[in-house]
């Protein structure tokens, strides 16, 4: 094996080299050019990072000034601060569903093997036990769909009547598969996501007799995407941590709400919960009520989701490094220790790791990891 190796590697160089020569000289870009229509392997992964690490990228991130178009002041080399030009949501996280998908077994700081699957932020205090890799992500989904609202609605439905539940932009379905085990165990539940490797995943990792797994091209809300069930007919509806409204209440999130509308049941709840700008969250409490929806409850979790991502420290720093340890081209001299530097901020800003930008923006109230419950309005 040894001497397979030692024969390998400058193969895998030389071809690692050409990817980067073709990439340099050309305007590909993987953090704008990736589908959400595919799954991407281990062998496309490791073309796209020998690509990504050897092109101008890495040096033009790491050289970008502090910018604060977005209100505040940070620039990538100190917090991995990204702005939305510098990618597109459909190729990064096509991405990454697909790294985590292709990843080994990772293992926590207490030494417990796990899928990385769970990638959600969540919030402390968390009712799982500490030795538990993703307590703070199963805490936030459980309690976003037990809020007293949801507890309520279910107290006053008929007997023997289950809870109709779908999700909009699901993941990898970690969090859908929680709420059908544990949670709400006999509900029916439809987990929706644009991303073909978290959907894959759903399907072969947390699918269960509950719950459907369903990719949606492009997402809900975007040239007319549905939710694919009838008119008033979902007790439940829930969005989690979803990459939207992320900078306004624009055309694809009042799309979103309007098709979330139209499957509820009068007096069904839209439960919402995601660390955004502070100023959207006001935005959309001025504009939810005007499309046909009262809030039936709120609670601010900014200092719990803050006190979650320190408590997860040592596990994402571990985690970093296992995620990235499989590309061979981190092998390289110079490109593979900046390239290392330049993924692992992209990464963990993604992940509102301390120190990151996404992080501080939560200390400073810049944005604000809100639980909210919306009714649809009784006619």
């Not at 030389?14 to 590909?28: N, Q, R």
Request: hydrophobic share 40%.
């Amino acid at each position: 094996m040894a001497s397979s190796s030692r024969h390998t590697w400058p193969l895998v160089a030389v071809a690692m080299v050409g990817i980067g020569g073709f990439v340099k000289y050309t305007d590909y870009d993987v953090m704008k050019g990736m589908s959400s229509g595919t799954e991407y392997g281990n062998i496309q992964l490791q073309a796209m990072a020998t690509g990504f690490c050897l092109s101008p990228l890495p040096g033009k991130l790491l050289a970008e000034p502090a910018n604060g178009s977005d209100g505040e002041n940070y620039n990538f080399s100190a917090s991995g601060d990204v702005q939305d030009d510098d990618y597109e949501q459909e190729s990064i996280y096509a991405i990454f569903y697909a790294m985590y998908k292709n990843a080994p077994k990772l293992v926590s700081n207490h030494g417990v093997e796990y899928q990385f699957t769970f990638n959600t932020w969540g919030i402390a205090p968390s009712p799982y036990p500490e030795t538990d890799p993703q307590r703070h992500g199963k805490a936030a989904y459980a309690a976003l769909v037990t809020q007293p609202p949801v507890l309520e609605y279910i107290k006053n439905m008929p007997e023997g009547q289950n809870l109709k539940i779908a999700e909009v932009g699901c993941g990898t379905g970690a969090g859908a598969n929680l709420i059908t085990t544990l949670v709400h165990p006999t509900c029916e539940y439809l987990a929706m996501d644009m991303q073909e490797a978290a959907i894959n995943t759903c399907k072969s990792v947390h699918a269960n007799a509950g719950l459907e797994c369903l990719r949606i091209p492009n997402g809900v809300g975007v040239d007319g995407g549905k939710i694919p069930r009838g008119s008033s007919t979902l007790d439940m509806v829930v969005i989690s941590e979803t990459h939207i409204a992320d900078v306004r209440i624009g055309d694809l999130e009042k799309a979103i709400f309007a098709e979330i509308l139209r499957v509820l049941k009068p007096g069904g709840l839209f439960v919402w919960g995601n660390a955004i700008p502070t100023r959207v969250w006001l935005e959309a409490g001025d504009y939810l009520p005007t499309a046909g929806f009262e809030l039936a409850h709120s609670k601010n979790h900014t200092e719990g989701a803050v006190i979650a991502r320190d408590e997860d420290f040592e596990r994402v720093e571990l985690a970093l490094d296992q995620l990235i340890s499989p590309y061979h081209v981190m092998k390289l001299p110079y490109f593979g220790d900046r390239c290392k530097t330049v993924l692992k901020l992209l990464i963990a800003n993604f992940f509102r790791h301390p120190g990151t930008a996404l992080y501080l923006k939560m200390t400073t109230g810049f944005d604000s990891y809100m639980h909210q419950a919306w009714r649809k309005a009784e006619k």
